[in-house]
């Protein structure tokens, strides 16, 4: 698992902005969903072609939030990275400037449909209710990438959970794109997985900055446990 390093400066000046640390703590379970980016072969098994070894170490805290998740009534979306033709023509300086022809053909045969790097990693906790989204850009929200957003909206969902990898890849621009678009965003601090600590501390705080609510699995499971309680209370 990854050090977890938040500046204290930085939880400072959160503190002296919105007179709290965590201010989406009182959650609506019916409009909130789970998002569990890229835990796909292709960025978890040993040798794979984007192989991120804390995003195996994660899974369990993954798990525990997706049960947490549907005891209180929330969804969870299991999102894929795709890479298919229409990409390569839409997103052409990703396939060919920042990446050689090896590299390219390497994320070609992970990512595609039909491969195995693209399937979902099988220890996840993958319900029938659950739902799988396929994205084909880094953030799930920009055009032309999924129809999360669609998806979402019409289901009521206004609060979004952040899990998954990389954290200042996919997750970082999903959670970016999200808050501006008036989503509210929990991003789960040992959640998350990058190459490197530093890589994740520093999108870490980021988000507790500027973009999302940062919070732990178990600060996270209480409050949903907490909404599940009073749900179950009203009926």
């Known amino acids: 698992?990854?050090?977890?390093?938040?500046?204290?400066?930085?939880?400072?000046?959160?503190?002296?902005?919105?007179?709290?640390?965590?201010?989406?703590?009182?959650?609506?379970?019916?409009r909130t969903a789970h998002l569990i980016v890229d835990l796909q072969n292709g960025f978890m098994e040993v040798g794979a072609t984007v192989e991120l070894p804390v995003a195996r170490d994660i899974v369990p805290n993954v798990n525990e939030i997706c049960k947490?998740?549907?005891?209180?009534?929330?969804?969870?979306?299991?999102?894929?990275?795709?890479?298919?033709?229409?990409?390569?023509?839409?997103?052409?300086?990703?396939?060919?400037?920042?990446?050689?022809?090896?590299?390219?053909?390497?994320?070609?045969?992970?990512?595609s449909r039909s491969c195995h790097g693209f399937e979902l990693w099988p220890t996840l906790d993958v319900k029938s209710e659950d739902l799988i989204v396929d994205k084909t850009r880094f953030g799930a929200f920009v055009p032309g990438s999924s129809q999360l957003h669609e998806i979402l909206q019409a289901r009521g969902i206004d609060t979004l959970i952040i899990t998954g990898t990389a954290t200042n890849v996919c997750c970082e621009s999903t959670t970016r794109d999200a808050m501006q678009m008036n989503y509210k965003v929990i991003f789960v601090a040992d959640g998350n997985a990058a190459l490197t600590d530093a890589e994740h501390n520093a999108t870490l705080n980021n988000m507790a900055a500027l973009f999302a609510d940062v919070m732990t699995t178990a600060e996270l499971v209480g409050f949903l446990e907490k909404a599940s309680a009073m749900r179950q209370a009203a009926e």
């Open 1 to 30: 698992m990854h050090k977890i390093e938040i500046a204290p400066e930085v939880m400072n000046r959160v503190k002296a902005w919105r007179g709290t640390t965590h201010m989406f703590e009182n959650l609506d379970p019916a």
């Open 68 to 111: 947490a998740v549907r005891a209180a009534g929330g969804t969870n979306v299991f999102i894929r990275y795709l890479i298919d033709e229409p990409t390569h023509v839409a997103w052409s300086t990703w396939f060919t400037d920042f990446a050689n022809p090896q590299r390219a053909k390497a994320m070609n045969d992970t990512f």
